[in-house]
């Protein structure tokens, strides 16, 4: 810096994780920001592209699962069904499985959820949590997920 020039050092030049700039983007605005990235990396992108609201709220909901022996299962089939629910990773928990420790947000399970407004998108993050029933075997007796 001592010549007048700046030196880039690093740059994460990735979109925001949990399907953030993949999926929540994309639902809210339209915008295919994988197809926007590649794009300008190889330098097809020119322009500016069209970001215009949808009317649509959407968020991600995540839980952990406490340590122990997944023994039940339910309501997998039926939210994954919702209109509204998007990616999740509910596919990858299975009767049996034994759960780890969590030490990071890596750990988490996650549903993307969409919606008209706010108010009816609190309804449908209520209604995944009280559909969808996991429970594990702990130390302690049955538990089921701790919902961030």
């Not at 190889?42 to 649509?56: D, F, H, V, W, Y």
């Amino acid at each position: 810096m001592h010549d007048g020039e700046i030196y880039l050092i690093e740059t994460a030049a990735r979109g925001g994780g949990v399907f953030i700039s993949s999926d929540l983007i994309s639902i809210s605005t339209g915008l295919n920001t994988e197809e926007f990235l590649i794009n300008i990396a190889l330098g097809r992108q020119m322009n500016k592209p069209e970001i215009a609201s949808r009317g649509t709220v959407c968020c991600y909901i995540a839980f952990f699962l406490p340590v122990g022996e997944i023994v039940s299962i339910q309501g997998v089939e039926e939210v994954t069904r919702m209109p509204f629910t998007h990616r999740h990773s509910l596919d990858t928990l299975k009767t049996g499985m034994r759960t780890r420790p969590f030490s990071d947000k890596t750990a988490r399970n996650f549903v993307i959820v969409s919606a008209d407004s706010h108010e009816e998108l609190a309804e449908r993050v209520q209604l995944i949590k009280d559909v969808l029933k996991i429970q594990v075997s702990t130390e302690l007796g049955l538990a089921g997920p701790i919902w961030e």
